[in-house]
């Protein structure tokens, strides 16, 4: 009767019942090896005991850094709660093991294996060690826990350099053996941001509402600028200023301080010369602005835009695209002198839409302009009487040229140099609706260029593709490395090959996006993932909310930029009318790195005069980016500093202006071909008019032999 009296005790039952159940959460939990072996379960220590729940005033006292190891510290800052390393000395043993093994001075380095060193006091210690060295060699105790993809690239990228006898292998074989891509736990993704810690990663879902399985690759948006009227592009100079130049549609270029601050003054404002659309789909306006490779001592700028100044084509062309040169102005390095303007190519163009327009530099410092369909039928080419020979290609010039009658030479390895049927500046054809190309800063050992364009793939679909830019190609029927399929019916809108030192995991990914808003990578594909054929591979770019990040991209997308560092902006727009100025600009951070590593900290360059003797002497002409001085008409010498009269001037008489003679006195005429001698009463006069030509010719003379 006792027994039964004692089995009917709720408390018994209540304990026997939470027995069994751990009972079966144990069993349940344990998973059987392929020897038989019972893997580990999660929330245990190294050993199988269980983690230490750390007391409120343990917690503080060791916050507080009262443990006299800067490792215990970090340890206890990363677990502040629960903890698998003994109150008094965190990890002592491994931390020890750790330093002796690894050591180095790189600060960066270093701060990354303190993070690592940690793993020991995890709670999940023993999953992040186990089936690792574990499973391949059981009785040697492993060196590093299961590292998450992103952190195991940013390891070995930042730490190969300093710790040669840990990476021996190159970074997808070191990933793939200490990394982990599957959704188990993996360090450090398991961290939590705890109140007040200031962390370098993303903060737990309750503040970051992310799948864990796009975690990896969740960046930020940082608001920079606000208040854009239709932006178009954002480029750089590369003169060592990092100035930002944000080109907005209606045709005015304003420039952005190395402290990312608005200046007042535009750097170039042409709106009268530009004709912009006024309806959605309507792709008028400014187009490009490219910045030469030697701007810094040339400062020239090419320009492309779209206008009605001249109806100067044959047939029913709706506008002109123009690609124009400029020079920035002598007196002032923020600001363009627009009388330095020289065309480059013309185009008519009979539609509104598929425009493109660009203009890039290659490393090897030719000009790209690529050019969209413009929806133009053949009939409608064979109407306009082939003015339109360009339509849907990528042109290829060299504007260092020496000749002063033509803006641009034909480099000789363009596909058509010497074609009758083709004109010799297509370098590619068969283009659409380019939406933007971007080519690989980061230059081959064999001397090719990676050039990527995102563009539709047909003339009436919003369907699009990506790109490779070769040679002589014609993309009509070339293959694409990619198509979106995936994009919504929302054409693509083409952005930058990652180059920068602020994302090592975004590092040569090429970012781009579509104009609904959405931003996603395109990655090389490795070895392993290969096999089918396919070279790249698609991943959406996750975006941190506002909670996490401070900002949020908001709108659609409008188009990229890139900075001296190589870093990504992103222009967005929360309306499509020109009339409002809801234009925002972005840059692309990634939170799991400090906002300026020490490497990618630069000593800033205030922009200088131009100071080339071409541009301070050639006053009566124009200079070629190679610093030539090419005379305007009636104009000669080695600066243009001699002008000019056909015929020349007779009788002692000096051409001052072109076709216009000072004469001495007693002649007069336009070459001073006609003898008029004064009265005697103006001997004196003609005397002294006489002084001041024969000063006059001398000093030319002087001003040429000192030239």
Same mark, same amino acid.
């Given at each position: ?10 408390? +018994?039952?209540?304990?026997?019942? +939470? ?34 729940? +750390? ?17 215990? !510290? ?9 903890? &698998? ?11 020890? @093991? ?40 059981? =009785?040697? !105790?492993? *060196? ?7 952190? &195991?690239?940013? %390891? ?9 006898? +840990? ?40 503040? !970051?509402?992310?799948?864990?399985? =796009? ?93 009605? $100044? ?20 002598? @007196? ?28 890039? %530099? ?27 020979? %360009? ?10 040229? *020496? ?51 995102? *563009? ?26 990619? *198509? ?38 395109? $990655? ?94 050639? @006053? ?62 103006? $001997? ?24």
């Amino acid at each position: 009767m006792a027994n039964k009296h004692l089995l009917g005790s709720p408390h +018994l039952q209540f304990v026997l019942v +939470l027995a069994i159940a751990i009972n079966v959460w144990e069993c349940g939990d344990a998973k059987f090896g392929e020897r038989g072996e019972i893997s580990p379960r999660r929330r245990r220590c190294y050993d199988g005991s269980l983690p230490k729940r +750390l007391k409120k005033r343990e917690r503080k006292v060791l916050l507080d850094g009262s443990s006299s190891s800067s490792s215990g !510290e970090v340890c206890h800052r990363l677990y502040p709660r629960v903890s &698998c390393c003994p109150t008094k000395r965190p990890g002592a043993p491994f931390l020890s @093991k750790m330093s002796t093994i690894f050591s180095t001075n790189n600060t960066e380095c270093g701060r990354l294996l303190e993070e690592i060193k940690c793993a020991r006091c995890s709670p999940n210690a023993q999953v992040l060690f186990h089936s690792l060295d574990m499973d391949k060699t059981p =009785h040697r !105790e492993p *060196d590093l826990p299961r590292l998450c993809q992103d952190f &195991c690239r940013e %390891f070995y990228y930042t730490c190969r350099g300093h710790i040669s006898e +840990l990476f021996q292998a190159d970074v997808d074989e070191f990933c793939q053996y200490y990394g982990r891509r599957d959704s188990s736990l993996c360090f450090p993704d398991f961290q939590r941001k705890q109140p007040g810690q200031d962390s370098n990663y993303l903060g737990d879902e309750k503040i !970051e509402d992310i799948s864990r399985k =796009h975690k990896h690759n969740c960046y930020c948006a940082q608001e920079v600028l606000s208040g854009l009227r239709q932006p178009v592009a954002v480029v750089h100079c590369g003169d060592g200023s990092q100035r930002l130049f944000v080109l907005e549609r209606e045709g005015i270029v304003r420039i952005l301080n190395h402290d990312l601050e608005l200046m007042k003054e535009p750097f170039l404002d042409i709106h009268k010369l530009v004709q912009s659309g006024l309806k959605g789909g309507d792709e008028r306006g400014l187009l490009s602005l490219a910045f030469h490779p030697n701007y810094k001592k040339n400062g020239k700028l090419y320009v492309s835009y779209t206008t009605n $100044q001249e109806r100067w084509a044959i047939g029913p062309h709706d506008h002109i695209l123009r690609v124009v040169e400029y020079t920035v102005s002598r @007196k002032n390095p923020n600001q363009v002198d627009t009388r330095t303007v020289r065309v480059l190519i013309e185009v008519a163009e009979l539609h509104r839409k598929h425009l493109g327009g660009q203009l890039l %530099f290659s490393p090897d410092g030719l000009l790209h302009i690529i050019l969209g369909d413009g929806m133009i039928t053949l009939d409608d080419m064979e109407e306009m009487d082939g003015l339109s020979d %360009f339509t849907g290609s990528v042109l290829r010039v060299d504007v260092d040229t *020496d000749c002063c009658t033509s803006p641009y030479s034909i480099p000789r390895k363009n596909p058509y140099f010497n074609s009758t049927n083709q004109p010799p500046e297509i370098f590619a054809h068969g283009l659409h609706d380019p939406g933007r190309c971007a080519v690989d800063r980061l230059q081959t050992d064999n001397g090719s260029l990676l050039i990527l364009c995102t *563009d539709a793939s047909g003339k009436n679909t919003s369907s699009g593709r990506i790109l490779e830019i070769t040679k002589g190609k014609d993309y009509e029927n070339e293959p694409s490395i990619y *198509d979106l399929q995936s994009s919504g019916g929302s054409p693509p809108v083409g952005g930058f090959i990652y180059r920068g030192c602020q994302s090592r995991r975004l590092y040569g990914s090429y970012v781009f996006g579509d104009k609904n808003g959405n931003l996603r990578i395109l $990655q090389k594909a490795t070895l392993s993932t290969s096999a089918s054929g396919e070279q790249w591979q698609e991943k959406s770019l996750c975006l941190g909310s506002a909670g996490s990040c401070g900002s949020m991209l908001v709108g659609h997308i409008l188009g990229f930029g890139e900075d001296e560092l190589g870093e990504v902006y992103i222009l967005a727009s929360s309306k499509s009318l020109v009339q409002s100025h809801s234009g925002k600009l972005y840059k692309l951070v990634d939170p799991k790195r400090p906002h300026t590593p020490k490497e990618c900290q630069r000593q800033v360059e205030p922009p200088e005069l131009l100071m080339t003797a071409c541009s301070r002497h050639c @006053k009566n002409g124009h200079c070629t980016p190679t610093g030539k001085c090419c005379c305007s008409p009636g104009w000669e010498g080695p600066f243009c500093r001699v002008a000019k009269c056909e015929p020349a001037c007779r009788n002692g008489g000096v051409c001052m202006e072109p076709n216009k003679c000072l004469c001495k006195s007693g002649y007069s005429g336009a070459q001073c071909e006609k003898s008029e001698r004064g009265m005697p009463n103006d $001997q004196e006069k003609d005397g002294i008019l006489d002084h001041i030509i024969d000063m006059t010719s001398y000093l030319l003379d002087l001003t040429s032999y000192i030239v």
